[in-house]
């Protein structure tokens, strides 16, 4: 089910082409004076370990990505609207400038997805004259995106069109729209033209529906795999996304106002950053090579340092977390970055030497950076999450064995910086093992020694567009449902047990909420009061120490920094464990039912992956690039 290739040396786009197309647009967009809500969906039956806490308090880069590409092409009557700060947020209460919006965005994961589909029926109930033109795009529709045209003829919904790329191929569409657009005219029906005319098959990532004189959908049209962008500095600078953020609150409607620069920090503590994408790796249960057409692309150095000293300069943002696929990959562009960033910190620069930065990485790649770790650190890299998988190789083999692990975890401690270790549990692997290390509570006690204070542990889930998807449906790996509930997409974050062979598999759900359970304990916690584990780390960052201006400061200051410095290095692991201990209450609440239904039974198996029940084709007739199966 992965993404078919584009012809080699056809994958880029040209360089300068997404500067040149923004450039064409802000000489176009004034004159049609066009307002765009973004929203991005969130269901809160995914709140959960282990990304609770982050997914409310970091704003998504996705959404904030799209409205940040709007604003920078010139529209700038554009708002973001977080669905996980907004719950009760309607699009038919939305009105932005006195109006209706003429676009109408909603990007969507797939675990959001039932939330994402409920924003577009309630667009979809608009008046036609009132519509706007309504896109869908996001990691979900990316794999699915025939999953946004309602095929009910009974129920009519679904979007205009769904963008299967990036940016670039948003924009491509707009400019194709503008081009046909009339004075005043309304931007569905100029889609609608244009749609009929066939103006729309020259631009590769999206899929659009056709519809009879009902507008019911007959048929959906595939414009093939996207170009990317390659030069990742093209991209707008994400403060501009930021600006365009809707506050929290409890209504449906829009406020008058963006989230002002000054309350930013107070509910997204997290900036989520773009720094490099792609992997060298092909594992079998990743999308991410495909989706980057083998390529590892990135910003670079100088743009990175701007990037965070103006989102520090505007809104204070002092935490960061790269949206990296693995950052290490290549290790050239990623030392560029890093010393961009550490010669920021060596000159002074308040922002850059403030930061804390995670990001994710391989085992094998950090090692491989082992000589530059003291410049990572340096450049204010804080904490590292690392691709671990099963320590034992049984699951996948891409240089992360025990030995190796924990010396990557040694390393980075030696330099002050956190492991987090991410694990994948399976059919093959026992929860504890007495005669192996293969156990899961095994190599999570491993893990704990070596150093890690936090960890994420989910179960091995059919990954659209991965290698391995379609097959774990065919040979009924993936379940279709259980004692009635059938498995929908907000329990696809790998939290709940969708595929196992095992005969009881409420068994596998049981080992992975042990897992949780027994790294996070009220016992560890009291543990963790006595003997740190976070000590060290925080010692060999140098954030311990008296500092280098220490004489120039009164040695009551300087005492009273210390001693802090002190309790934060001795109660950060015992301050980690709390949070986890709190987040086991929702993770228990929200997996319960499930391992109840699985225990109940019966587990019924899916014989054939989720598909379009609409025909899809490709724009010259041939099959559809973003079909599933032959």
Excluded at 28 to 39: I, K, N, R, S, W
Excluded at 291 to 309: H, T
Aim: proline share 7%; net charge positive.
């Amino acid at each position: 089910m992965e993404l078919p290739s584009r012809p080699k040396g056809d994958e880029l786009l040209p360089p300068g082409e997404y500067a040149r197309l923004r450039d064409r647009l802000r000489r176009t967009a004034p004159a049609h004076d066009l307002a765009a809500v973004v929203a991005g969906a969130f269901d809160p039956r995914t709140r959960m370990l282990p990304f609770l806490y982050a997914d409310v308090r970091m704003a998504p880069a996705g959404p904030r990505a799209v409205g940040a590409a709007l604003a920078d092409a010139g529209f700038a009557k554009t708002r973001v609207v977080l669905q996980a700060w907004k719950r009760n947020f309607r699009p038919a209460a939305m009105r932005l400038d006195g109006r209706t919006p003429d676009l109408f965005l909603v990007s969507s994961l797939l675990v959001h997805a039932a939330e994402g589909e409920r924003l577009i029926r309630d667009a979809s109930r608009l008046e036609p004259s009132a519509r706007p033109l309504v896109i869908a795009g996001g990691p979900r529709v990316i794999y699915e995106p025939w999953s946004v045209f309602g095929a009910d003829t009974d129920d009519p919904w679904g979007a205009d069109v769904a963008v299967t790329g990036e940016e670039y191929v948003l924009l491509s569409l707009l400019e194709v729209l503008l081009a046909e657009r009339a004075p005043g005219e309304p931007l569905r029906s100029v889609f609608a033209r244009a749609r009929d005319a066939g103006a729309l098959d020259a631009v590769p990532g999206l899929v659009y529906a056709r519809t009879d004189a009902r507008g019911r959908i007959e048929e959906l049209v595939d414009t093939g795999v996207q170009r990317l962008l390659g030069d990742l500095d093209e991209l707008p600078h994400p403060a501009l996304g930021y600006a365009i953020l809707e506050p929290p609150g409890d209504g449906p409607a829009l406020a008058p106002a963006p989230l002002p620069a000054g309350e930013v920090r107070r509910y997204s503590p997290i900036g989520a950053l773009v720094l490099t994408l792609g992997c060298r790796f092909r594992c079998d249960f990743c999308p991410i090579p495909a989706y980057n057409q083998r390529q590892l692309r990135a910003k670079s150095g100088e743009r990175v340092a701007e990037e965070i000293g103006r989102l520090f300069d505007e809104y204070r943002l002092r935490l960061y977390f790269g949206a990296d696929d693995n950052f290490f990959a290549d290790p050239a562009r990623a030392l560029e970055i890093v010393e961009a960033l550490a010669r920021r910190v060596d000159a002074g620069s308040r922002p850059h030497a403030k930061i804390r930065l995670g990001t994710e990485a391989t085992v094998h790649d950090t090692l491989k950076m082992k000589d530059h770790l003291a410049r990572v650190r340096r450049a204010g890299v804080w904490a590292l999450w690392l691709g671990v998988e099963d320590m034992s190789g049984a699951l996948v083999r891409k240089g992360q064995h025990a030995d190796r692990t924990e010396e990557a975890f040694r390393l980075l401690r030696e330099h002050g910086i956190f492991p987090v270790p991410m694990l994948m549990h399976h059919d093959g692997q026992p929860l504890v093992s007495f005669r192996s290390r293969a156990g899961l509570i095994n190599q999570l006690g491993r893990l704990r020694r070596a150093g890690a204070l936090y960890m994420q542990v989910l179960m091995l889930t059919p990954a659209t567009g991965s290698r391995s998807y379609e097959e774990a449906f065919t040979s009924g790996l993936a379940f279709r449902a259980a004692a009635g509930r059938a498995v929908g997409p907000e329990l696809m974050s790998g939290m709940h047990v969708v595929a196992s062979r095992h005969p009881r598999p409420w068994v596998m759900q049981l080992r992975l909420l042990a897992a949780y359970a027994w790294f996070f304990n009220p016992l560890r916690f009291l543990w963790a009061l006595v003997f740190s584990r976070s000590r060290a780390v925080i010692e060999n960052s140098g954030l311990g120490r008296w500092g280098d201006d220490a004489e120039r400061r009164p040695f009551r200051k300087r005492l009273a920094r210390r001693l802090a410095h002190l309790a934060q290095a001795h109660l950060a692991d015992a301050a980690v464990q709390a949070a986890g201990i709190a987040g086991l209450a929702p993770t228990l609440r929200r997996t319960a039912g499930w391992l109840v239904r699985l225990w109940r039974g019966p587990v019924e198996r899916a014989s054939a992956p989720p598909r379009s029940r609409v025909p899809m084709r490709g724009a010259g007739g041939g099959r559809a690039d973003h079909e599933i199966g032959a």
